[in-house]
């Protein structure tokens, strides 16, 4: 008998175990057919699996995305066939940390992570919600499979000077969280490198903190690493622009690399624009393999200690029975 194709296969276990009648998602990806612009919306094909597993540290599988938007197991079950072991679902305002929450706790192939993220907190801040919404992540830090507070920081991009304060404000709350509940932090910094690190320096950092989606250069990488934080690596690093990032991962210690996808963004070269999954981190790894001139699976041994480091095993708490 022909064996059945693995996308076909993931589709009759869904249908047969009733996951296609379940919420599959909380989010929806903005189109950019919506600003006048286009892009492949087609998944990617599965890349070489991995011969030593991984894990993504950070994902939002929340999010549809693609002309056919997948479940979460059906992304964790590509995740599995190439040699992705699980990973880091994250939370950026109360709705997603509460279901970032809830799915890793039924989920093994998931931990999760919950935060305010930076561009929200202002809007939290004028509804006069800021603080009951910080009281309750607080509260979703406190179950065993929230290994992380996050997406937190400071992002200057697409906030104002008028919601600055905000953020500054949610950050430290953010940060003194973690170091309350001795959880890892992740950080979205964006535009802010300075005020993010000058942050981290007057209050104290966790002890394990995470730059997710590194975007500085080789002199910040020096700083996080003499500072011992762990600097995570998204798609970005394949693009052909992003050479300070890969400066940046040639003058790091091995001991302080991550990978992640930030799912369904920032999907790596050769498929930049189309639908990004965990299954995908493959090729991000083999190109920082690449890049550092180093066997793809020593840095793939490297990598998966370095996250279990970080965020504990994804095996050492029970989950919760499928609803």
């Not at 990617?44 to 894990?55: D, H, M």
């Not at 992540?137 to 920081?153: F, H, N, Q």
Request: charged share 25%; proline share 7%; glycine share 6%.
């Amino acid at each position: 008998m022909a064996p059945v194709p693995f996308e076909t296969a993931c589709g009759l276990l869904r249908e047969r175990e009733g996951f296609m009648s379940e919420s599959q998602y909380i989010r929806k990806r903005e189109s950019r057919a919506e600003h006048g612009q286009s892009r492949d919306l087609s998944y990617p094909p599965l890349p070489e699996p991995l011969a030593v597993g991984v894990y993504d540290n950070h994902a939002h599988l929340e999010i549809a995305d693609g002309e056919n938007p997948m479940d979460y197991r059906e992304h964790l079950d590509r995740a599995g066939a190439v040699g992705v072991l699980g990973a880091v679902q994250v939370g950026g305002d109360l709705e997603t940390s509460r279901w970032s929450a809830d799915v890793a706790a039924r989920e093994p192939r998931l931990l999760a992570a919950v935060a305010i993220h930076p561009n929200e907190a202002p809007n939290y801040e004028a509804a006069g919600t800021l603080d009951a919404a910080l009281a309750e992540i607080d509260e979703l830090a406190a179950r065993p499979r929230v290994r992380a507070i996050g997406e937190t920081g400071l992002d200057f991009f697409r906030t104002d000077e008028s919601g600055r304060a905000a953020q500054f404000r949610s950050f430290e709350a953010h940060i003194a969280m973690a170091k309350s509940h001795d959880l890892a932090m992740q950080i979205h910094d964006r535009d802010a490198h300075a005020e993010v690190i000058d942050t981290l320096l007057r209050v104290g950092a966790p002890e394990r903190t995470v730059f997710h989606c590194f975007s500085g250069d080789a002199e910040m990488a020096r700083l996080c690493a003499d500072h011992g934080w762990y600097l995570s690596f998204a798609g970005t690093v394949t693009f052909k622009n992003a050479a300070n990032l890969r400066e940046a991962l040639s003058l790091i210690p091995r001991e302080r690399i991550l990978v992640e996808t930030d799912a369904p963004f920032l999907t790596p070269t050769p498929f930049r624009g189309r639908p990004n999954s965990p299954y995908l981190i493959p090729i991000t790894l083999r190109a920082m393999a690449e890049h550092l001139e180093t066997d793809v699976l020593a840095l793939a041994a490297h990598v998966t200690a370095n996250t279990e480091r970080v965020y504990g095993s994804w095996d050492d708490e029970p989950v919760e029975p499928p609803r």
